[in-house]
């Protein structure tokens, strides 16, 4: 049995990652935990701190919140056939965001952790929103981020962006080996040179580990020159008939390249590829 999260602000791409699970777990037993958590810092008042007394919080935010989420379970009864396989329970929190999800991770032990991210819009030009940004920096736990624009097609092709510096235990990968499992789909091993170098001794060791952990899965090497991860990713991506990106959080050095950069012009695999974030256990 998986224990997923499911973080909800109501809106439109909220409910797009929500869709986007029940799907992609559409065969594993789950208990789904569906999360809204209302920030401290929407308490404020002339810009400081309001001290709401619990009267004020149970009319402002603790009864339509749980309306809310009431208005989420009747969605997924009217848009999903009954799934015997899924239960979902309803969750809302009052207090600091980041605090609020490491709480119900830490609580209901969460294996997966979805959420919608809404990607670029107008002059802001914001590639990766500030709450998504700070759940996949500052919860360890394994990430399912749903781009606005991304709809659940079976999983054919999943990348995973590697610079064969391998600063974290292999086990870390284990949910890219149970997505391969269960999908049959095939990993592609992208790694990504800006000057044609070839690989060191570390390198290419850490590569023949990575063959020999995937050796029983289909899973194939591939190699890039660009001066630019996120424009060789997309040049993938495109070439390509990939479904989703997978990273690891302790990759810095992709792993801020991907996902954190402001250039949206060319760039359409946020709005549109899942990503997944591995995170190592505590």
């Excluded at 999260?5 to 594993?28: G, M, R, V």
């Excluded at 400081?48 to 989420?69: D, F, M, N, Q, S």
């Excluded at 590829?273 to 256990?281: A, M, S, T």
């Amino acid at each position: 049995m998986k224990n997923i999260l499911l973080l909800t602000d109501f809106s439109e791409n909220s409910w797009n990652a929500i869709k986007y699970a029940i799907n992609y777990f559409e065969y594993e037993a789950c208990y789904f935990y569906l999360l809204h958590v209302n920030k401290f810092d929407n308490f404020m008042l002339n810009d400081a701190p309001y001290i709401a007394t619990e009267e004020t919080i149970e009319a402002v935010y603790t009864k339509p919140a749980k309306a809310g989420l009431r208005k989420i379970l009747k969605q997924i009864t009217e848009q999903f056939s009954p799934n015997k396989k899924h239960k979902f329970y309803t969750v809302s929190e009052y207090g600091f965001f980041i605090e609020s999800i490491r709480k119900q991770v830490a609580d209901k032990r969460i294996d997966y952790l979805v959420m919608g991210t809404k990607g670029a819009s107008g002059l802001k030009k914001i590639i990766i929103g500030s709450n998504t940004s700070d759940v996949i920096t500052k919860v360890k736990c394994t990430t399912l981020v749903v781009p606005e624009s991304a709809e659940f097609i079976k999983l054919e092709e999943i990348a995973f962006p590697t610079d064969f510096y391998l600063t974290y235990n292999l086990q870390v990968l284990q949910p890219i080996l149970d997505i391969l499992g269960t999908s049959k789909s095939a990993l592609k091993i992208l790694h990504i040179c800006k000057n044609k170098d070839a690989l060191d001794n570390d390198q290419n060791r850490n590569k023949d580990l990575l063959d020999d952990y995937f050796s029983h899965l289909p899973h194939s090497f591939h190699f890039l020159t660009n001066k630019k991860v996120e424009d060789a990713i997309q040049c993938f991506v495109e070439s390509r008939d990939i479904n989703m990106i997978c990273m690891v959080a302790k990759n810095l050095n992709y792993f801020q390249q991907i996902l954190f950069h402001s250039k949206v012009e060319e760039i359409s695999y946020h709005t549109e590829i899942p990503f997944l974030v591995l995170h190592e256990k505590n």
